[in-house]
């Protein structure tokens, strides 16, 4: 690695870690919220993605860097989709050219199972949804499936093996943090409903068992937990957990606070006292929520919000996270450059003093309707001059 790249890699890794910790680092930090969108903007198509390591480091390579982002969220295809094909399938529909959750297809767990979930959620999740779920275990003898389970491991294992190869290369050849340390986890709610439960189900639980939700959401966090520190051995300032969270938009607050709130705040508390930054998605609107996740850890969270008022997170928030986000991908796509600048310029002068304020598009970039690059290239480079001291 040149000195020149390893020095463009630390002050990026202090700028970000400046603003994380509240402080006022020598810029606003700008962060790379992309995933699929790589892909079209290189133009390619996803598939052609995943049959091709060195395509898809080339697509991702191109929209990471001709942009003067200081971080970002993943350094390929976010999800290991061949890994899930090599299962038989799974609940994901890519038919637009992203990876989304197919609605209506994740009901695998009975409301009568909770019990189960609850004495040993590793087990219950092993023994009963994976076979439920997935057609290799359907077919053929216990021989049979085996060689197929153990087949579909050797392809996740070299995800996870490419996926850290591609991070280093980002160090190395362009000097840019992938923050992504391979932990990438949804709180137990959001799993409830993705995957054992779907949509309709764990909102019928939430209004007629909220005890066994709640019951069921502790019992899962431990292992949560223990996963991340056996993937993240040694805490670095250039590497993040990353949590998505859904559930809590289509809840009342104090519905949060019974099903959702202990155990997500558990696994906060728990991994940020090692000292590991969590980057956290929280997706929609979370204004009705503030009094609740403002007793996050102070300086170890950078939150991207999707459909806040930025200032109303600021003022509620800014003691306690780092504020992140800000630029409508509607206004990436459809506005004008000046149009994006104005706003930027706004957040700018709004957000940034004091500390504790990252810029990025307001969802992660997954289509090419996310972002004309003209418009986040006016704009990025507006905030390199504009958001320095």
Known sequence: MSDDKMKLYDERVKRLKDAIELREPDRVPIYGLVDNWALSYYGI??????????LEYKAYSKALTDFPFDGALASRITFPLNFVYSLGGGI??????????????????????????????????????????????????VEEKFAKYANSLSIFFKFGQTTKMLSDRFKTEHGLPITNAGVNHFMPGD??????????GIMRDIKKCPDKVAEACMAMVDPLIKDTYGKMHTVSDDKYVHL?????????????EKVYWPSFKKYVDTVAARGIKILILFEKNWEHLYEYIQELPK??????????????????????????GGLKTNDLYY???????????????D?????????????????????????????TEFIVEYGSK
């Open 351 to 379: 957000l940034a003093p004091g500390g504790g304020f990252v810029f990025a598009p307001d969802k992660v970039l997954a289509t090419k309707n996310d972002a004309k690059a003209e418009n986040l290239k006016a704009v």
């Open 92 to 141: 994901f529909n890519n038919a637009t050219e992203t990876i989304q959750i197919a609605t209506g297809q994740s009901e695998l767990m009975a409301v009568e199972e909770y019990d189960e979930l609850i004495a040993d959620p590793m087990k219950f999740i092993r023994d009963k949804i994976l076979p439920r779920k997935h057609k290799i275990f359907q077919e053929g003898t």
């Open 299 to 324: 300086g170890s969270v950078i939150g991207f919000f999707e459909e806040d008022d930025l200032r109303k997170a600021k003022k509620a928030l800014g003691k306690t996270m780092c504020i992140a």
């Open 191 to 200: 799993i409830i409903m993705d995957y054992l439960r779907d949509f309709k």
């Open 244 to 256: 998505y969270l859904h559930l809590p938009q289509f809840i009342r607050a104090k519905e949060f």
């Open 335 to 349: 506005g004008t450059k000046e149009k994006c600048i104005e706003v930027a310029k706004g957040l700018i002068d």
């Open 45 to 54: 198509t996803l598939e052609e993605g995943l049959k091709d390591v060195e």
